[in-house]
């Protein structure tokens, strides 16, 4: 018999003793193959249990690496994202900052020179030969510099301390009309007046519509310093607060009103006029550009000229005799200049005395 047969009669051989056995009755006990074999089989399947566990093991850590390498690829993206973009806002804010201040120096070095302009026109309108209407009174530097400076008459204005020294009716009903040609009505007229009074004598009488001296108000008692110092005079505050309000009164004239510089406002003001006479005066007086203060203006050498272009005989212009003036001596000059797109003003008054080259400044006021 082959060797190899052997086991598998041996096996036979068992199992037939054991059918005997259980045939008998008798107890069976495995031979020390089957416990060897048995033992064999368990731990086999324990082995490949453990096997399996620590493939699931091996398997899960490397997931568990895989996606903690991936946590930390994407961290580190994500933190180099916010760092980019960190810096790209820094450097667009660093660009912005000196773009801001590039365009404030830039428009403060306009602004200064566009002062310098307006400086430039006031210089050129003081010299004794400029005349209102001279071509050098308007001058292009360059592409972005100019200037533009108009010279007219003081006394073509109101002089409110004039008017109302003395308390002369004549004087004072100018005022009023002129107000009355503001639209202001009869009672605020007359209470701005009497209070006008009161802010300038020296006394302390009150006048039917006036006001002196109480715990929040205090007249001056003294002539008007400035014009704006109509602001705190009772009554007068409405029409103050109006824009351009200023533009018909002075101090600084001589005192009557220069017929050659008088706005519509103020001619309406005075005595005998009216509005038809006033513009056919103010049609030949401007010339025709329509503009005072220009070459084409009406060569008016005194008052009998402008009599006639009023189209008054010499008895009614007598009735305007103390009231009006031709070619008051002081003057003024608003000088406008420009640098690109900013824009100063100088406004100054001055006084030209005959024979003196050099003319008197009243005052400077840079608006």
């Known amino acids: 018999m082959d060797r190899h047969d052997a086991p598998a009669t041996a096996g036979e051989n068992c199992y037939r003793t054991k059918r005997r056995r259980n045939a008998l009755g008798g107890d069976y006990s495995p031979g020390p193959n089957t416990v060897l074999t048995m033992s064999i089989l368990?731990?086999?399947?324990?082995?490949?249990?453990?096997?399996?566990?620590?493939?699931?093991?091996?398997?899960?850590?490397?997931?568990?690496?895989?996606?903690?390498?991936?946590?930390?690829?994407?961290?580190?993206?994500?933190?180099?994202?916010?760092?980019?973009?960190?810096?790209?806002?820094?450097?667009?804010s660093w660009a912005l900052d000196i773009d801001s201040r590039l365009t404030l120096s830039g428009n403060a070095n306009r602004v200064l020179e566009a002062e310098a302009m307006a400086c430039s026109g006031a210089e050129v309108a003081l010299h004794p030969n400029i005349k209102p209407g001279s071509p050098n009174l308007r001058r292009q530097i360059n592409e972005r510099e100019n200037y533009d400076v108009r010279i007219t008459g003081e006394g073509g204005r109101l002089n409110?301390?004039?008017?109302?020294?003395?308390?002369?009716?004549?004087?004072?009903?100018?005022?009023?009309?002129?107000?009355?040609?503001?639209?202001?009505d009869l009672n605020e007229r007359n209470r701005m007046i009497d209070c006008l009074?009161?802010?300038?004598?020296?006394?302390?009488?009150?006048?039917?519509?006036?006001?002196?001296?109480?715990?929040?108000?205090?007249?001056?008692?003294?002539?008007?310093?400035?014009?704006?110092?109509?602001?705190?005079?009772?009554?007068?505050?409405?029409?103050?607060?109006?824009?351009?309000?200023?533009?018909?009164?002075?101090?600084?004239?001589?005192?009557?009103?220069?017929?050659?510089?008088?706005?519509?406002?103020?001619?309406?003001?005075?005595p005998g006029m009216t509005e038809e006479l006033v513009d056919r005066f103010l049609l030949v007086r401007r010339g025709p550009d329509g503009i005072d203060g220009t070459a084409d203006d009406a060569p008016f050498k005194n008052l009998e000229d402008v009599r006639a272009a009023l189209g008054f005989s010499p008895q009614q212009f007598q009735q305007l005799a103390g009231l009006v003036g031709f070619k008051d001596p002081v003057l003024r000059i608003v000088s406008t200049g420009k640098s690109g797109a900013a824009m100063r003003i100088v406004q100054m008054v001055i006084r030209r005395a005959n024979n003196v080259n050099v003319p008197q400044l009243i005052s400077w006021k840079e608006l």
């Open 42 to 92: 368990a731990r086999g399947q324990r082995t490949a249990a453990f096997a399996k566990a620590t493939a699931r093991e091996v398997k899960g850590q490397r997931a568990a690496i895989s996606c903690h390498r991936s946590d930390v690829r994407g961290a580190a993206l994500m933190l180099a994202l916010w760092a980019l973009f960190l810096l790209s806002a820094m450097v667009i």
């Open 160 to 184: 409110v301390n004039w008017l109302l020294a003395g308390e002369d009716p004549r004087r004072l009903e100018i005022l009023r009309k002129y107000l009355e040609n503001q639209g202001v």
């Open 197 to 270: 009074l009161d802010w300038v004598d020296p006394d302390d009488l009150v006048r039917l519509n006036g006001a002196e001296a109480s715990e929040d108000y205090q007249p001056a008692n003294a002539p008007l310093v400035r014009v704006d110092e109509l602001k705190k005079i009772k009554g007068w505050e409405e029409f103050t607060s109006a824009p351009g309000w200023d533009e018909n009164f002075t101090l600084n004239s001589t005192g009557p009103i220069d017929l050659a510089w008088a706005s519509r406002e103020v001619l309406l003001a005075l």
